[in-house]
Structures are given as C-alpha cells and as structure tokens.
C-alpha cells in the first residue's frame, strides 16, 4: 500500500495539499482559475516563465533550416510541476525534461541533509550563537548549462513565444548537469 505524504490527500481530480487542488499540467491549472474564480494558479505560472525570461534562460531561435542534430543539439521537453504551499501561495516550477538527455558527462553534486542543518541549528542554539538564512530564487538557472538543449515554448510562455524553438541556455531545473552547474558558478 502507498503512503500519504503529510498535508496531502487524494482526489478524482488530483492531488489535493492544505485543501487546495493541485493541478497536473497548464490545462488543468487554467480550469481550477475559472472554477475558483480567481488567477493564483495563472499568477504562479507567470510569475515563474517570468522570471526565467528576464534571467536569461531560454533563447528564441527562429532560424528555419536548423539541423539541430549537426550542431548536436537533443530535443527535451518542459514540464510546469504545480505546489501549494503551507501558506496556500501557490507556486509553479518550470523543469526539463532531462531524463531524455544524452550525456558523457560525469556529474553529482551533493546537497545537506535536512536533519544535518536541524543539527546545525541546535548545536547554535546551545552556543548562543545567530543564525541566518537565505534562499536564492531560481538558483541553478543562475548558472549556465554546458547540455545543447532546445525545446518547444508551451502555452504557459505567452502568444508571443508559444509554439516556437527555444535553446535553453541555463541550467534549468531537471537537466542532468544543472547542480553541478549552479556548484561551479
């Protein structure tokens, strides 16, 4: 039998988090706006490609007699992965595709353990010493990516750019070498 995650419960629609349907794709994001009579899934969304343009993620290529496979370019595809947060604040993350990426190279980074930072935390706390934080938005896409990339804009990306080539130039969220790319930057 299948575990429950925490806050989570299952629904004939989907995924439901803090009482808020989770939606499976852009389609189905748009419908909850409409039934909810609100836009804070479509906000999550444009605030994510949003982001991503203005960091310089994706490349418009509008060359027409493009061998991509000359250049050595693969083909990935993008995927928004939908969140509900403890807040109810909805959150979109745009990913790649990049289980269908063919890579020679060898990468891993590694990241702390939760339970490592609550060890942290504790052994501050006996030793009176402050603690900060801070969290770096859209992290790996600061970083650019070595994989020659291109995918297809969806929907979420606006008249402007859907249905056209993008070359993803960043190491966006779901590509194989993007943590070790955001390490190296």
């Known amino acids: 039998m ?14 439901v988090k803090y009482g808020v349907r989770v939606p499976q794709n852009v389609k189905e994001a748009f419908i ?11 906000d999550a ?52 595709g990049g289980h269908v990426i063919k890579t020679d190279l060898n990468t891993y980074a590694s990241t702390v353990k939760s339970l490592s930072v609550r060890l942290i935390n504790l052994i501050a706390v006996a030793n009176n010493l402050e603690v900060l934080c801070g969290d770096v938005g859209n992290a790996f896409v600061n970083a650019y990516t070595r994989e ?3 995918t297809t804009a969806g929907p979420e990306f606006g008249s402007e750019w859907a249905g056209k080539r993008l070359i993803i130039v960043k190491a966006l969220y779901g590509m194989r070498t993007s943590a070790e790319r955001w390490r190296s930057h």
């Open 2 to 15: 299948k575990r429950k995650k925490p806050g989570r419960n299952n629904h004939h629609s989907g995924e």
């Open 148 to 150: 020659k990339v291109f």
């Open 32 to 42: 909850l706006d409409n039934e909810n009579g609100d836009t804070l899934w479509a």
């Open 45 to 96: 969304i444009a605030k994510e490609i949003n982001s991503l343009k203005a960091l310089g993620c994706f490349k418009l290529d509008t060359r027409r007699d493009w061998n991509w496979r000359a250049e050595g370019y693969q083909y990935a595809p993008l995927r928004l992965v939908f969140d509900v947060k403890p807040s109810g604040m909805r959150k979109a993350r745009l990913v790649c």
